[in-house]
């Protein structure tokens, strides 16, 4: 994914959390599924986290809906929602499956501090805000997994052949994927122009930089386990 020249609030926000973005969108977690070196113990246990994180992240596009307050953001929220849960939860259960991972034993794992951590602060920013805090608390998962999937593809030092972590690669590198990235960009800078003002943008940053920070720690929590 390549940030445009006119200049978004993603791209605004990114830049003014560069340090945090650089440690989540180039953690070594994200170099291991790069080069086919993260233990498998760590993608298995990142996986099976992931789809709790889907479950209150399907909980936050139901937020949104509620939160909204015109038709075309009802619809947005509803679509999102649909996607997770009539979609990608399908996509994700399917993909654990060949991991050795059943959506019953998912399921039944408890959540580790970081899922709980980052899901419950995605959920608090949009009851305690409003729709562009919630979006804003949001975007660096959304984003961040399409900018990293865009990018290891375009990599000629990513490893392909063998690599265990191709598929999860070309998930996020999809043109499917992709266009949920623009999509969101867009849903941003449409909020940020219905609900922003001249003092709103660095509360903005607090909450990105705080998501993104929480982002780089789930990828951190794969890797304790290895």
């Known amino acids: 994914m390549e940030i445009e ?12 959390a560069a340090a945090e973005w650089q ?5 070594r977690f994200v170099a291991g599924i790069a080069n086919g070196s993260l233990p498998e113990a760590a993608f298995r246990h990142y996986l099976g986290q992931d789809y709790l994180f889907l479950i209150h992240f399907a909980r936050a596009y139901a937020l949104a809906a509620y939160k909204a307050t015109d038709l075309a953001d009802i619809r947005q929220a509803a679509k999102g ?23 019953a034993d998912m399921s039944a794992l408890p959540e580790a501090d970081e899922t709980m951590a980052y899901t419950r602060y995605v959920l608090e920013k949009g009851l305690s805000g409003d729709l562009l805090d919630l979006h804003v608390a949001l975007a ?14 375009a990599d000629p030092a990513t ?8 598929a ?33 943008f660095d509360g903005l940053v607090v909450t990105f930089r705080q998501a993104t920070r929480l982002e780089a720690a789930f990828w951190q929590m794969g890797l304790n386990v290895a």
């Open 23 to 27: 440690a989540y969108t180039c953690h």
């Open 140 to 153: 660096p998962c959304i984003l961040g997994y399409g900018e990293i999937g865009a990018r290891l593809v």
């Open 5 to 16: 020249d006119v200049p978004t609030l993603f791209s605004r926000l990114r830049c003014a």
């Open 159 to 166: 490893r392909r052949n063998g690599n265990p972590y191709a």
């Open 168 to 200: 999860w690669i070309d998930m996020y590198a999809s043109e499917g994927y992709q266009e949920v990235v623009r999509a969101e960009i867009s849903q941003l800078d449409r909020l940020m122009a219905l609900r922003g003002g001249p003092g709103r």
């Open 81 to 103: 929602l649909s996607v997770i849960v009539d979609m990608e939860m399908d996509l994700h259960v399917q993909f654990c499956r060949g991991w050795g991972l059943t959506e």
